[in-house]
């Protein structure tokens, strides 16, 4: 479907302290025809940190669009963007570690609030108690450093007087921020930077949400032509291909307006009209 004019030649404020407009920017401009994105670095921070100081106490969601409110409130304008990212262990999994990010873009002129959910295994994040610089090492031998930054403290729930080092990326700042630890507290906790801006497999999974973003918005709907004609559902049921039989494999997706209400089932991306018989109950109880 062509995309809708709703977006086209605005100015859109994104909310951030950590460089996130260059994830977020590129789709938005291409694919919505965004005039530019303006950076709007309201204190992202005072909805929660990652490394402890401020407890995160919205949901995900809810946190990302109140940072986008603040940057509408803060610094004018009528569209603004954010993100929130959280890493939670992987249901399915749970030893492996899963970044969950959210974008929700506010429109005043509209009165619309959109959102998107990403979810990705492949965002860098591991963390250690260590006693010992020895210990340290071995932990920073075994991550993508320093491409990647860390955050050092006493232990792995921060405390209010506690030390806290962030950005971490030089070794010799490292050592001596480990040495002071150790002599202080007998021990350490070091984890990956899960801000954006030090962290690149984070900001990747950004991109990639703010592509499949801009993707779902530029989708307008076939009944009143409004914005986001998005994903509401999945539809479980692809027939096997050896036995026809019905598998728990999405069969189909529902779209809907919230404008309007309109609904469809659309087939599945991919084209896919057959589950392979090792997805199948019937042929494989």
Known sequence: MAAPLTFASRALKVATLHEKERAIGPPFVELLGIARCIVAPVDTDRFGSFSG??????EPRAAAE????AALAQFGGDLAIASEGSFVPYPPAPLLTLDEE????VDVQSGRVHSHRYATLDAVFAGR????????SS????????EHSFVLRPRERWSVGEPVFKGVVDPSAMRAHAETLLADYGELWIETDLRAHHNPTRMRAIAAAAQEFAVELAT???SCV???????RTVAGLPCAACGEPTELVRARVRGCDVCGEQRELP???GRLEADPDSCGACNP
């Open 53 to 58: 100081e401020v407890p995160r106490e919205l």
């Open 66 to 69: 109140a940072k986008a409110r």
């Open 102 to 105: 959210w974008l929700v873009l």
């Open 129 to 136: 108690r260590c006693t010992s610089m020895a210990a340290l």
């Open 139 to 146: 932990f920073v031998a075994e991550q993508p450093f320093p």
């Open 220 to 222: 307008s709907c076939p």
């Open 226 to 232: 409004a914005a986001h004609f998005r994903v509401v």
């Open 268 to 270: 599945r991306a991919d």
